[in-house]
């Protein structure tokens, strides 16, 4: 069986959804596609959306990253689309934009540009795709989430290398979680 | 096992497709098929491993037709309302091929019979509606060593995979439980009767099992074995997700924790844990004294409009705006269809501060099973 849902753990007077929807909200991105899956009511609940924001359940979501990635990604209709995980509470406005306007750049020399953050040499989350990639998204057909797929477009592949440790900093186990409140 | 010659002529368009010839109709006629639940899923089964000629064929279900079944289990009509859902499949499908023998278990899959069911067939397609059948009948397949098309549906989307197929080398395929080595919480869980689920899709999901099974016993072509497809009816897209053998497996992992059949029921419900268990009340305790009760119906209304008990409705999704309608200062019974939703309401309330909440175990079903058998059910 399976434990608390992290998302709905405390993080700042809120919760962590909560955290991670409000600083998207105050980035540059033009739509938020929210996924939801396990404890969606209580989720969709909590979420004040914006008028362009909208809200996607994924009854699929037990079978890993990549259900939810493509129900989302599905929606979407932009020039590109950023993957984020919402167990990432440390990642605010800033961070977002920054890797918005890196993307931005990039894509002005190569339309099939994939951008992430790289922290001394690892790779973060999220993950900027340029629309071109949106079918090979979804028709992707491993369940944790598109690593082969970036590893398919190396040479589109652009590093954004940063030190900030918000970006590789998500919540996978109860430690992860109390050294966030720290 | 030789053809006769009306057999060569009934099943002469498919004898005559490439790789499939006399061979693989004397394949399916050797062959053995268990068909687990006569409902949505298991009608197209049904009827297409009929009509092809499949030996034997054995149909379980406990269950009788019912007027909610009609609008996706094409097998059954309007005038077998009550029937035993395996009985009235045989009867119709005797006359669609006299050819094939049948089996008919009118009785519920369990941990005590299914073995000795299962292992007289040579494959199992599994056409269940809830959890503890899946990961029983995926075990005990496991045990026997006997494939199974898998299959499910939920509102608008269904899945579909072979398991347990015997590999060329000798190992087997992946399994349910390397998907989902421990089930969801059963909250989690809603039933077709709860979700929902749209008509054709059981069509179009029992007839892609019945695809899989024939070519499982003929050999032909490649199988879902190693792959689960998606189908999403609402945008009509198919996708696959690669299945790989699990070593957490609890069955066929590296470290199995569960060598026999277990309480499947028991397995699906969770660990009880003592401070959320709900203080609840019988429909006999309501029927003797509901005076001192005030009941508050959570269903939707139009389900509400079906049949009732009198109370006040307010739908589960309309309880927080509508907080004071809701005495704090008499017992109040929660209840819905069957008590998934009236348990997720009154976790809800108790969030608001209400202390006065009673669960009315069973809900409206056991209301009619009890107390009213001429209340309407759906």
């Known amino acids: 069986m399976e434990g608390p849902n992290k998302l709905l753990l405390e993080f700042k007077n809120h919760t962590i959804v909560e955290q991670c929807y409000s600083s998207l909200s105050k980035s540059g991105v033009d739509e938020i596609i929210v996924v939801t899956g396990r404890d969606a009511e209580i989720v969709s609940g909590l979420l004040r959306l914006r008028q362009q924001d909208r809200l996607v359940h994924n009854a699929d979501f037990r079978l890993g990253l990549t259900t939810s990635i493509q129900k989302g990604v599905k929606q979407a209709h932009g020039d590109a689309f950023m993957l984020c995980l919402a167990d990432m509470p440390l990642l605010n406005m800033d961070h977002y934009d920054s890797l918005i306007e890196e993307f931005q750049t990039s894509a002005m020399a190569d339309q099939e540009a994939i951008l992430a953050p790289f922290v001394n040499g690892k790779r973060g989350n999220p993950v900027i795709f340029s629309k071109v990639h949106k079918p090979a998204i979804l028709a992707h057909n491993e369940m944790n989430g598109c690593r082969s797929l970036i590893n398919h477009n190396l040479n589109h592949f652009i590093r954004y290398n940063t030190e900030d440790h918000a970006f590789l900093s998500d919540i996978d186990t109860a430690e992860d979680y109390s050294l966030l409140n720290q | 096992m030789t053809l006769s010659r009306d057999e060569l002529i009934r099943y002469n368009r498919q004898i005559i497709l490439p790789d499939f010839g006399v061979a693989g109709q004397e394949r399916l006629k050797a062959a053995s098929v268990l068909i687990i639940g006569a409902g949505g899923l298991g009608a197209p089964n049904l009827q297409y491993l009929t009509a092809a000629g499949v030996g034997r064929i054995g149909v379980i279900d406990f269950d009788q037709v019912s007027l909610t079944n009609l609008q996706r289990q094409v097998l059954f009509n309007t005038d077998e309302l009550g029937v035993n859902k395996a009985t009235a499949a045989a009867s119709k499908l005797k006359a669609l091929n006299p050819e094939t023998e049948f089996e008919v278990f009118e009785t519920q ?139 957490n497996n609890p069955v066929t992992g590296s470290n199995p924790t569960i060598t026999k059949l277990i309480d499947y029921e028991a397995f699906c419900a969770g660990p009880v844990i003592e401070e959320e268990v709900l203080a609840s009340l019988s429909v006999h305790d309501l029927h003797a004294d509901n005076s001192r009760y005030f009941i508050l119906d959570v269903r939707e209304p139009y389900e509400y409009d079906i049949s009732n008990l009198g109370g006040l409705n307010i739908p589960l999704g309309q309880l927080k705006e509508q907080l004071e309608q809701i005495p704090g200062d008499k017992q109040v019974v929660v209840h819905c269809k069957s008590g998934v939703r009236s348990a997720q309401a009154i976790n809800l309330l108790k969030q608001e501060g209400y202390t006065n909440l009673l669960n009315l175990e069973g809900g409206i079903l056991a209301w009619q099973k009890e107390i009213d058998s001429e209340m309407a059910v759906y």
């Open chain 2, 109 to 247: 899959i369990s941990s005590e019979n299914a073995m000795a069911i299962i292992v007289d067939y040579d494959l199992v397609v599994d056409g269940s509606d809830n959890l503890p059948t899946r990961y029983l009948v995926n075990d005990a397949c496991l045990f026997l060593e006997k494939p199974l098309i898998y299959g499910a549906i939920f509102r608008f989307e269904g899945q579909v995979s072979v398991f347990n197929q015997e590999l060329e080398h000798g190992s087997r395929g992946p399994n349910y439980r390397d998907l989902f080595p421990t089930p969801p919480p059963p909250e989690m869980v809603p039933s077709c009767s709860e979700g929902g689920v749209f008509g054709v899709l059981p069509g179009i999901v029992g007839s892609m099992q019945a695809n899989e099974a024939i070519k499982v016993i003929t050999g032909m072509g490649t199988t879902l074995s190693g792959k689960l497809l998606l189908f999403d009816s609402l945008d009509f897209t198919s996708r696959y997700l690669n299945i790989r053998s699990n070593e």
